[in-house]
């Protein structure tokens, strides 16, 4: 099995002759599951091209700091944040001292300190560098700090000189990294999640119809923390500009009746259904088969609306319901409302966000939430929807996995 599937790994390559061992190193961790997204310092670039990287990773390399199309794209906060592991192989001598020291001044040393994922180090340089009391000393600091390390290994160097400082091979390096990851066991391994994102399209006509400003950010980071975490993931969504998150089966629909349809077809082997879909309320009742024009009538069109029907609470009061949580997006009284939905439509847990504050929730990238249940409370603060995705599905574990909680169906 691949043991590092869907881990973020972000290579930072230094510009040692071990480099050349760069390529490789990229295909032997996708072998194992991993995304790989390379980082190059100016000198890694004497020693290997970054085409050769672009083309075993399949991602662009990053290489400056300053560049704003680099930035457009993903930015360095954005690569920081992406990452699960940063392994900086080669490391040499140089760049060990710049991480040490807390450098800011180029692309890989910035994204050092810019991210939370743990730091893993490969060092490779000549014996007499790596003996060196100032290198010594920026080790053990860098041990004592958390950071891994990752060789280097004893043997003839690139110079001639024999001694330690040889970066370890990339088998070395993948199977030490692998070894080195938390133990946690795939909790959802073998459970089905049905999660619905985005919003719904409601049609007019054939080239107008009524939606909402729903990004699928939220549905789209809960699917992916839920597969990482090791579900399988049926993705039901409504129109996105998103990427599909690795190992997610996505289903298109565009509006609620399809979205109820879809998400009715795949209930049979549902455990978890997260209802995350902005989904429209209101359809119009009777679609006009021609685009409404206004010389048609002096009035404008009256549009009659019917209701949309409720996905979620269809969903949780289906025969054999799976473990039903929904989202509350409030502008007021946040709790009482949520506590409100709960209990109205029968669900395990509901994510309450308050939408009144600016630069969170729809279309943003972070978001602040109160998971509620009939008897807790968990407040989650303003994070990125990546965390708290992974946030929210470590609470359903601990409410799903919990033996004394008798309202969850064995499986
Ligand atoms: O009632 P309200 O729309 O505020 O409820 C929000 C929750 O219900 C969300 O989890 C949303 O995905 C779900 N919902 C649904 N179908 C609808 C309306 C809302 O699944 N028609």
Sequence with gaps: MAQLQNKHILLGITGGIAAYKAPDLVRRLREQGAEVRVVMTDSAKAFVTPLSLQAVSGFTVSDDLLDPTAEAAMGHIELARWADIILVAPATANTIARITHGFADDLLSTLVLASKAPVVIAPAMNQQMWAATSVQENIETLLNRGVQMIGPESGEQAC??????RMSDPTQIVQALIEKQPKTPQTWQGKTFVIT???????????????????????????????????????????????????????????????????????????????CAAVSDYRIAEIASQKIKKEQSDQPPQLKLVQNPDILQQVASSEK??????FAAETENLKANAL????????????????????????????????????????????????????????????????????????
């Design 321 to 326: 319901p799976p473990f039903t949580v929904g």
């Design 160 to 165: 001639g000189d024999v001694g330690y400082g």
């Design 340 to 411: 409100r939905k709960l209990e109205r439509k029968q669900l395990k847990m509901i994510v309450a966000n308050d939408v009144s504050q600016t630069g969170l929730g729809f279309n943003s990238d972070s978001n602040n939430a109160i998971i509620f249940s009939q008897d807790s409370e968990q407040s989650l603060p303003t994070m990125s929807k990546h965390d708290m995705a992974i946030a929210i599905i470590d609470a359903i574990a601990k409410r799903y996995f919990d033996n004394t909680n008798p309202e969850i169906r064995a499986n």
């Design 197 to 275: 994102a985005g919003p719904t399209r409601e049609a007019i006509d054939p080239v107008r119809y009524i939606s909402n400003h729903s990004s699928g950010k939220m549905g789209y980071a809960l699917a992916e923390a839920a597969a990482h975490a090791g579900a399988n993931v049926i993705l039901v969504s409504g129109p996105t500009q998103l990427a599909t998150p690795a190992g997610v089966q996505r289903i298109d629909v565009e509006t609620a009746e399809q979205m109820l349809n879809a998400v009715q077809q795949q209930l049979q082997q549902c455990d978890v259904f997260i209802g």
